[in-house]
Structure formats: structure tokens, C-alpha cells
């Protein structure tokens, strides 16, 4: 049987639509539509995705997991490795684009097919690799978790992220699930406790390091929302300073490796959070930058004009900073870790504008009832 077929056959047994397949690969179903006919050669990475994929069976079907085993061969070989690495390496990717509950629901299934890869015989080379995934995994859970208001969940996933750090000696991942305890601390408003996560973080990952140069982003917004306007500054400078000459990284969309153009967006953030005057100008920068961008980043624009909108309100502008945030609202993008954002800005526009305020206010509810 060719490639192409082999694919389409484990698929249909395991009972998995192709449009199910594409949505969690990241491939469209064209494209697989024509790999599985065989009028495309069968790329070693869309191989891996349906590995990863299929290796949890739906619906009790075994036949998937039978398939696994023989394209892998019972070995945890390098090639093994090398695709669920580059299957982790997806899934951050997909980070700002997917939403944090079918994430989560990739995210599992790969770390299932883990730990079955962890109970076999392997070097001790390849029982770290396994691990330095699993701990991976396990901090972009936590991060899901936090996304949908799971605390307890996000907790565990976190404890587990740090345990298989440590046990692996990563120094990365450790210092990546503090940066991620002080985002969680920022969003409950916990301001102190969120600068000390962050500079415990920034003092942990190695040097000049994509969790390095976050931790310090994250410690100068927490510092902002404490109203420590020297801390904030120093923490700006720090980060304009790792940033300069910085290259975009291979793939500036995945979530643990910093992209230069970030900065600009958490500078506009941080003033905003400061009451810099200057936050309206900077935000207004950042968000036609972004809209003109070649690659569009709906997340991190919704965020930069939220970012607007506070500004706004600072600014004693209501009106525009109501109908600012109302794209926003309505775009439907927005997650439970945003929402106190949004009540944020909502509370400043009813101080000068009820009617703009109750108008934003029930928009949200009827775009996220929960």
C-alpha cells in the first residue's frame, strides 16, 4: 500500500474525518486530501501528525494505535523523538491561534503517546528527551488552563512542568513555569506577588534566554500596575537593550521563543498600565503596526487595542475607548484570562460615560454568556 493510502487508512479505521484531522494537524484538508490520494509525497511531518494524532484512538477504535505501533516499530528510535519534538514545536505555535480548550485537547493526547513512549526500555539520552517534552507539554497545559479559569488544573499541570524540570535539569522550562505563575498572579491581580514570580524567573534562565528576556517584560508590567514608575522604566530599558539586534526567531508565533516584535506591544501595555501619557500615542503605533503586519496575529491585536482602549480612558476620551473595545468584544476572541481587561476599561468608561459603558457592558455578556 502506498504512503499516501496508509494514512488514509488509519484514519478511516480509527474513525477520524479528514476535516477532523486537518483541524488538529494545522494542515487543510486539500492538502491532506491530496497526500492521502497519492498526488503528494508524504511529508515526514505530516507523517508524525497523524502519528500523534491517531495514537489515541476515538470512540474505543483500536485500529489507530495498531497502526502506530507499526510505524514506529515498538523502538523509541530517534526518529520517534525527533517528530513529537517537532509535534511539541506545533503546538506551541498554534498557541495564539487555536483556542485554549482544543489545544488543550491536542495537548493531552501528546502527552498521553508520551508517557506510553516513557514506559518502554530506552538510553538514558532518550528518557531526558521524553521528559524535556513532557515537562513542554505540561507548562502549555498550565498555560491553557490559566486561559479558561481552570486554576486548580493550571496548578497541577504547573507542579508537574516544574517536578520534570528539575528532574531533567532544565533550567528553561523551570524558570518558564515561574514567568507562568506570575502571568496567572498578574491576572488575579496580584501585582507583588507577580514581580517577585517574574524577577525569581528572570534569575533562574540562562542568560539573554526567550524566558530571560519575558520574565523581565512581565516583572515591568507588574511594577506598572504597583505604580513604581522607576522599577517599570528600568525594566523597559532592560528589554530594549536584550532586544536590539535581536533576530526574529524561526518561528516567531511559538510561545517560548521570544520575537523581537513583541516588545513594542508589551512597551504599549506597560504604559498603559503606568498611566504613562505617552500609552495612547505608543498604542495607537502598535496597533496600526500590526494591522499592516504581512502576518496577522488576531490575539496579539486584540490586545493592543485593549491596550488603546485603557489608554483612552486615561486620556478622558470614553466614547472612542468604548468603541475601541467593543471591536474587541465582539470579535469573539477573547478568553476568561482577558475578561478582567475588559471589566477594567468598562469601570473607567462608566465614570465618564454610562450610557457607552452599560452598551459595552452588555455586549460582552451576550458575546461570552458564560
Not at 506551541?92 to 506510553?116: C, E, K, M, Q, V
Amino acid at each position: 500500500m502506498e504512503p499516501g493510502a496508509q494514512l488514509r487508512a488509519a484514519r478511516e479505521a480509527a474513525r477520524v474525518t479528514l476535516r477532523e484531522i486537518a483541524r488538529r494537524t494545522h494542515y487543510s484538508p486539500a492538502y491532506l486530501s491530496l497526500i492521502e490520494s497519492g498526488k503528494r509525497p508524504v511529508p515526514r511531518e505530516v507523517a508524525a501528525a497523524y502519528n500523534l494524532v491517531l495514537g489515541e484512538p476515538l470512540d474505543g477504535e483500536q485500529a489507530g494505535a495498531e497502526w502506530i505501533a507499526r510505524v514506529a516499530a515498538s523502538d523509541v528510535g530517534g526518529d520517534t523523538l525527533d517528530r513529537l519534538e517537532l509535534a511539541v514545536d506545533d503546538l506551541a505555535a498554534a498557541y495564539s491561534t487555536t483556542p485554549p480548550a482544543d489545544l488543550l485537547a491536542d495537548i493531552r493526547r501528546h502527552l498521553g503517546y508520551t508517557a506510553r513512549l516513557l514506559d518502554g526500555k530506552m538510553t538514558l539520552v532518550q528518557h531526558r528527551r521524553l521528559l524535556v517534552n513532557a515537562g513542554w507539554l505540561s507548562l502549555l497545559a498550565g498555560t491553557c488552563h490559566i486561559d479558561l479559569d481552570e486554576l486548580p488544573s493550571a496548578a497541577a499541570r504547573l507542579k508537574a512542568a516544574s517536578d520534570i524540570a528539575k528532574e531533567s535539569e532544565h533550567t528553561e522550562i523551570s524558570a518558564w513555569t515561574l514567568e507562568t505563575r506570575a502571568w496567572q498572579r498578574l491576572i488575579n491581580r496580584e501585582f507583588a506577588a507577580a514581580a517577585e514570580l517574574s524577577e525569581a524567573a528572570r534569575d533562574l534562565a540562562p542568560a539573554d534566554s526567550s524566558a530571560y528576556i519575558q520574565a523581565t517584560a512581565q516583572q515591568g508590567r507588574a511594577l506598572a500596575r504597583l505604580g513604581d514608575s522607576a522599577g517599570t522604566y528600568r525594566a523597559l530599558r532592560k528589554v530594549a537593550r536584550l532586544v536590539s539586534g535581536m533576530r526574529t526567531p524561526d518561528r516567531p508565533e511559538h510561545h517560548f521563543r521570544y520575537d523581537p516584535a513583541k516588545a513594542d506591544t508589551y512597551v504599549a501595555t506597560t504604559l498603559s498600565w503606568l498611566g504613562d501619557p505617552a500609552a495612547e500615542v505608543y498604542a495607537r503605533n502598535v496597533v496600526a503596526d500590526l494591522e499592516r503586519s504581512p502576518s496577522i496575529r488576531p490575539r496579539r491585536i486584540a490586545m493592543a487595542n485593549l491596550d488603546l482602549g485603557l489608554a483612552l480612558v486615561a486620556a478622558n476620551k470614553p466614547e472612542e475607548a468604548a468603541d475601541v473595545t467593543l471591536n474587541v468584544v465582539v470579535g469573539g476572541r477573547l478568553v476568561p484570562s482577558h475578561y478582567w481587561r475588559v471589566s477594567e476599561i468598562v469601570s473607567g468608561i462608566d465614570q465618564r460615560d454610562e450610557h457607552s459603558a452599560a452598551t459595552l457592558r452588555e455586549a460582552f455578556h451576550d458575546t461570552y454568556p458564560a
